[in-house]
């Protein structure tokens, strides 16, 4: 009677053995087709640069969830604005999309992706021309002021909505969502 070692075992077990057979590969079959069901490319995030008002951040809310945006930022937020007790997210959008307070954007911004500042600025593209970014992260400015020089120099574009006066944070973030939708769903189509 023969013992084998572990290392003799293993050998015999993938060269065909003593028996002088052709060593055999194991075949692994595929049983789960890796397809996407993702119809489009690219994602959205949004971020609040120190918002003071729970009643814009949850529009906010609402917006990210019905415009399909993967995440809300909320650099500097206002400690007194509470995200589960929102009157405006009646929804309860945060537990569908992922909130997150941090004390930079820049921070919690996905990786490979386009910073897009919304605000009224001279060198600022307007909206209406404006070609979304696949991956991009919309910033707005705080209710009662602009977005920090800080963040502006580190966005990639500036965008303005073309208006004569400034407009409610909640209104601007959902008209530049739907912008973003609007303009996928038609070259989508082309």
Do not use: W
């Amino acid at each position: 009677m023969t013992h084998n070692t572990p290392a003799q075992h293993m050998k015999s077990a993938t060269d065909g053995g003593e028996s002088g057979e052709p060593p055999t590969k194991k075949r692994f079959e595929r049983r789960v087709k890796r397809t996407s069901s993702l119809t489009e490319r690219g994602f959205a995030c949004i971020a609040l640069d120190r918002p003071t008002d729970g009643v814009n951040v949850g529009h906010t809310l609402r917006a990210a969830l019905g415009f399909g945006a993967r995440m809300v930022i909320l650099g500097g937020a206002d400690p007194k604005i509470n995200v589960q007790k929102l009157s405006t997210d009646p929804g309860r959008a945060y537990r569908h999309v992922p909130v997150l307070e941090v004390d930079g954007i820049f921070d919690a911004m996905p990786n490979d992706c386009t910073p897009v500042a919304v605000e009224i600025t001279d060198n600022a593209t307007n909206l209406v021309n404006f070609v979304h970014p696949e991956r991009a992260c919309y910033i707005f400015g705080p209710e009662n002021g602009s977005i920090s020089s800080k963040i502006l120099n580190k966005c990639q574009f500036i965008v303005k909505i073309p208006t004569t006066m400034s407009l409610n944070l909640g209104m601007t973030v959902n008209i530049v969502m739907y912008d973003r939708l609007a303009k996928a769903t038609r070259s989508n189509e082309a």
